[in-house]
């Protein structure tokens, strides 16, 4: 079957323009997770879902970061007056669903870059 | 100190070697996942495991709760496993994973 779809996978963007990014999850898992990886690190953890509410979003940087899931399945990502600190790889990952140990799957990612 | 180390941070290999991977962690777990990423493509799980010890194909995946560590082996390397090997912890309630900065390896044929 389908795995996670992320679009678009490049965006390149002005300082200070408004961006979305989508994830569209594995049909049927209720978890959804966002990280960032800038270059030469690992992910970090931005936000969870587990249906359409945001159950931790300890990992969002500020206020210009924003998520949503309003019917439990596709989420966007919305990045206001974006920076050039911005730029990242920014992942995507379903699982079943958060209780219990499921495997996460990882979607292409989206490449942002603030120019 | 971040949560979670790995080591080596690049590691270049001949085809046929044995390479071994570490990965420590300070935090308490679930479990733990070994990921594959190749450059310009996206994350592959290779192993989640909680206890004792994984094997998939060429691929070996061990864990030791008490000591706070892991390590993923390849037998018989081939240039095609050539790709960054991340070390991940799930840890909490929501079971978010934290990430190591990743082992970049290069295998020479």
């Known amino acids: 079957g389908a795995g996670v779809s992320q679009t678009p996978s490049n965006k390149v963007t002005e300082k200070g323009k408004y961006v979305e990014l989508r994830c569209d999850p594995i049909s049927g898992h209720t978890a959804l997770y966002w990280y960032r990886q800038s270059l030469g690190q690992g992910p970090e953890f931005l936000i969870y879902f587990q249906g359409t509410g945001a159950a931790d979003d300890s990992g969002l940087p500020n206020d210009r970061f924003f998520a949503v899931r309003p019917e439990g399945s596709v989420s966007t990502l919305k990045i206001q007056r974006t920076e050039r600190g911005d730029s990242a790889v920014y992942l995507c990952a379903s699982s079943l669903t958060s209780g219990g140990i499921y495997e996460q799957y990882f979607g292409p990612g989206t490449r942002l870059t603030v120019t | 100190k971040n949560e979670v180390e790995q080591s080596p941070q690049n590691l270049t290999a001949q085809e046929g070697e044995f390479i071994t991977i570490n990965c420590s962690y300070s935090?308490?777990?679930?479990?733990l996942h070994w990921l594959q990423q190749h450059p310009g493509g996206g994350i592959v799980s290779l192993f989640m495991?909680?206890?004792g010890k994984k094997k998939h194909g060429r691929l070996i995946a061990t864990i030791n709760i008490q000591e706070k560590h892991s390590s993923l082996h390849i037998t018989a390397s081939h240039p095609r496993d050539s790709a960054v090997y991340i070390c991940a912890v799930r840890g909490g309630a929501t079971n978010k994973l934290i990430f190591g900065t990743g082992t970049l390896l290069a295998v020479q044929p």
């Open positions: 935090v308490g777990i679930s479990a």
């Open positions: 495991l909680s206890s």
